[in-house]
């Protein structure tokens, strides 16, 4: 099973990684970090595949992808 872990500290909430999961697994958080930023979080971490498009296309490397 694959998974993924979404730094919370690197993340600057670009929204990218939403777009590029197909599966649509990867959304908004609503709370605001201490940095001030709304922070990508997983959804549903049993339906990922492990394609890791949500890590190439994060400009922060805040996300890893574990197969």
């Keep these: 099973m694959a998974r993924i872990e979404i730094e919370e500290t690197r993340c ?13 697994l990867i959304a908004m958080s609503e709370t605001i970090t201490k ?3 709304v922070t990508a979080v997983m959804t549903d971490q049993e ?3 492990g394609c890791a498009l949500c890590a190439e296309i ?3 490397v805040a996300i890893r992808v574990f197969k």
Excluded at 12 to 17: E, Q, R, S, T, W
């Design 47 to 49: 339906k990922c595949t």
């Design 58 to 60: 994060c400009p922060d």
């Design 35 to 37: 940095q001030g930023y």
């Design 12 to 24: 600057k909430g670009c929204g990218l990684c939403t777009l590029a999961c197909t599966r649509k």
